[in-house]
């Protein structure tokens, strides 16, 4: 079967095959190097006459995602999911590097092409340059940023904050992707694991479930990276809420009773309370009366003075909030 002239729309699987030139223009090449997702979309509906709907089914992001993304109102910045836009649109390899992504042939990344392979290498080499520049301060100050976007979302919601809470990811995933000492990449796994938990939280707020398992998918990386089990133990954590709006608690209390058995005993007091009264609501939500009730008393007895600390910036719990959090669980045992 010919493939269609562009402007015509072809079947919904059938496979995206965008002309071999195409990839060579220095407009599109220059798209690939700005990650301009939209602008891929549209190159694919120009040339192949892709609708929307085999987009969609050529990447395996939904159809109305293909819709935002190609209107600008939504960005990718997880791996995975460039990952399945470049195999959607049959990115040839010197495309796929453009992008950002590792060749699939290895020992041949650009085949004949020899001036993209050198480009290639050019455009890594400047890469690795870039993020060599980071240094201490700059890691203090995405992470100051991120605290900024966290008061931020405290007082005016995480929708009018969701564009700089993008733009953030992208910018602390782009420095660690090409960092090389291992002190400057651990701390910015630090900064990027604290930065994907809180997302994640956000999107559990707005019921973009899968958003949210995917950031904490992200924050968990991250956290393992960042040899910090705070922040690692706080992402498992947070993720077991993704599963008690799925209607999993089962599932939510056995990963949270996990992360307690794994890092109880080497986390701050504060998190240590917060992962007991989520064992508690997870507890609650399975109607286990007893285990919520042992929790609850355990989180009162670990909680330690004032509402915050400082080495916890992405943790509020105070004996206040402990008690609110006690009612909502006890109220499902009919407790006065």
């Known amino acids: 079967m010919n493939a269609p002239e562009p402007g015509m729309p072809g079947n919904a699987y059938e496979p995206i095959h965008i002309p071999d030139e195409v990839w060579d223009r220095e407009s599109t090449q220059e798209i690939l190097r700005n990650r301009d997702i939209a602008g891929l979309f549209k190159i694919a509906v120009k040339y192949t006459g892709a609708s929307q709907v085999r987009i969609s089914t050529a990447t395996g992001i939904s159809q109305g995602r293909v819709s935002q993304h190609m209107r600008g109102q939504r960005q990718v910045t997880d791996l995975e999911v460039?990952?399945?836009?470049?195999?959607?649109?049959?990115?040839?390899?010197?495309?796929?590097?453009?992008?950002?992504?590792?060749?699939?042939?290895?020992?041949?990344?650009?085949?004949?092409?020899?001036?993209?392979?050198?480009?290639?290498?050019?455009?890594?080499?400047?890469?690795?340059?870039?993020?060599a520049v980071v240094d201490p301060v700059t890691v203090m100050i995405l992470a100051t940023d991120t605290n900024n976007l966290r008061l931020l979302d405290r007082r005016l919601g995480s929708a009018a904050i969701a564009d700089k809470m993008r733009a953030q990811i992208s910018q602390i995933e782009r420095a660690h992707h090409h960092a090389i000492r291992h002190g400057i990449r651990r701390d910015l796994a630090h900064v990027l694991?604290?930065?994907?938990?809180?997302?994640?939280?956000q999107a559990i707020d707005t019921c973009a479930l899968n958003d949210a398992w995917d950031h904490h998918e992200r924050a968990i990386t991250a956290g393992r990276e960042a040899e910090d089990p705070a922040v690692l133990a706080y992402a498992q954590g947070q993720q077991a809420y993704v599963l008690m709006d799925l209607a999993r608690p089962a599932e939510a209390a056995e990963v949270i009773h996990h992360v307690r058995g794994t890092f109880d005993r080497v986390v701050p007091a504060r998190l240590r309370t917060w992962l007991a009264v989520a064992e508690a609501e997870a507890s609650a939500t399975l109607g286990d009366e007893k285990t919520c009730r042992d929790a609850l008393d355990q989180a009162a007895d670990l909680l330690p003075e004032?509402?915050?600390?400082?080495?916890?910036?992405?943790?509020?719990?105070n004996r206040h909030h402990l008690a609110r959090w006690r009612g909502s669980c006890l109220v499902h045992f009919g407790d006065r």
Do not use: C
């Not at 694991?193 to 939280?201: I, M, N």
């Open 82 to 131: 460039f990952e399945r836009i470049a195999a959607g649109l049959s990115l040839p390899d010197h495309a796929r590097m453009l992008l950002g992504l590792a060749p699939l042939d290895v020992a041949s990344p650009t085949g004949n092409r020899g001036n993209d392979h050198q480009e290639q290498s050019d455009e890594l080499k400047a890469r690795i340059e870039a993020a």
């Open 193 to 201: 694991s604290e930065t994907a938990s809180l997302a994640g939280w």
């Open 306 to 317: 004032g509402d915050t600390d400082p080495e916890l910036p992405y943790l509020a719990l």
